[in-house]
């Protein structure tokens, strides 16, 4: 069980999206992931009220309840409905979330369509509308910005997290590349179906690729702390760069 101080520490990370930490208070302190906090809120729902996607994926990816409700029998798409975020509603009802759920203002029994129009958030509404109609077609739009199409980001001090989308196939990719445990890993997600295949390389299969070189010049750009495996790469790029 978390103590108090782990759960507001999470939701915290959550609300300024801070994945390095939500990942470390899940993954190495244990925080369970459908923790509540004192308002009988989920982190995933945390997540969803600030709109913080990278992370609600994260935790849903964890195992996360996607229609975890609160003492109102509130879920994450109603808050993302009521807060305006278009987004994280898309990426809910990409990854199960019921469209159809009813919740309640503490009065009266309201949808997420109810609660979109409440919060004047008509985008909002009509996503969900068209998504009952439409099913995962209404969500074929969800083109990412030009500036978001390809992310390099160290996400620990020995980590570095690559994203990028193949609009032709309706593919979000995500390569982890662990320099601790040289490892990689691929993650790739069907933005039609939601559906996510998973594969795992050791660096030495990478060795001399220009995806290894920019994972490593990004890891010690953003901070990281190059250890002994850091360096052992070190020195197999530098060679490589000189034939």
């Given at each position: 069980?978390?103590?108090?101080?782990?759960?507001?520490?999470?939701?915290?990370?959550?609300?300024?999206?801070?994945?390095?930490?939500?990942?470390?208070?899940?993954?190495?302190?244990?925080?369970?992931?459908?923790?509540?906090?004192?308002?009988?809120?989920?982190?995933?729902?945390?997540?969803?009220?600030?709109?913080?996607?990278?992370?609600?994926?994260?935790?849903?990816?964890?195992?996360?309840?996607?229609?975890a409700r609160n003492s109102k029998g509130n879920t994450p798409l109603i808050h993302a409905a009521?807060?305006?975020?278009?987004?994280?509603?898309?990426?809910?009802?990409?990854?199960?979330?019921?469209?159809?759920?009813?919740?309640?203002?503490?009065?009266?029994?309201?949808?997420?369509?109810?609660?979109?129009?409440?919060?004047?958030?008509?985008?909002?509404?009509?996503?969900?509308?068209?998504?009952?109609?439409?099913?995962?077609?209404?969500?074929?739009?969800?083109?990412?910005?030009?500036?978001?199409?390809?992310?390099?980001?160290?996400?620990?001090?020995?980590?570095?997290?690559?994203?990028?989308?193949?609009?032709?196939?309706?593919?979000?990719?995500?390569?982890?590349?662990?320099?601790?445990?040289?490892?990689?890993?691929?993650?790739?997600?069907?933005?039609?179906?939601?559906?996510?295949?998973?594969?795992?390389?050791?660096?030495?299969?990478?060795?001399?690729?220009?995806?290894?070189?920019?994972?490593?010049?990004?890891?010690?750009?953003?901070?990281?702390?190059?250890?002994?495996?850091?360096?052992?790469?070190?020195?197999?790029?530098?060679?490589?760069?000189?034939?």
């Amino acid at each position: 069980m978390a103590s108090k101080n782990q759960i507001e520490a999470l939701m915290s990370a959550i609300k300024t999206g801070d994945l390095t930490t939500v990942r470390q208070l899940i993954e190495e302190e244990g925080v369970p992931i459908d923790t509540q906090d004192g308002n009988n809120e989920t982190a995933l729902s945390r997540a969803a009220i600030a709109g913080q996607c990278r992370v609600a994926d994260y935790l849903i990816a964890q195992g996360a309840n996607i229609d975890a409700r609160n003492s109102k029998g509130n879920t994450p798409l109603i808050h993302a409905a009521y807060y305006g975020h278009l987004k994280m509603a898309k990426l809910l009802l990409r990854r199960g979330a019921d469209a159809t759920a009813i919740g309640s203002d503490g009065t009266n029994p309201m949808g997420p369509i109810d609660w979109a129009n409440s919060g004047n958030n008509p985008a909002v509404a009509k996503l969900i509308r068209d998504f009952l109609k439409n099913g995962m077609a209404a969500l074929n739009d969800d083109a990412p910005l030009a500036e978001e199409t390809d992310i390099w980001r160290k996400t620990s001090d020995a980590e570095v997290e690559h994203v990028y989308y193949r609009q032709d196939g309706g593919l979000r990719i995500t390569d982890i590349f662990n320099f601790a445990d040289r490892e990689h890993s691929r993650h790739t997600q069907d933005l039609r179906t939601g559906s996510m295949t998973t594969v795992i390389r050791n660096f030495t299969e990478l060795e001399g690729t220009q995806s290894l070189r920019q994972a490593y010049n990004t890891l010690v750009t953003e901070g990281g702390t190059p250890g002994m495996a850091h360096m052992h790469y070190r020195r197999i790029l530098r060679r490589r760069k000189t034939p």
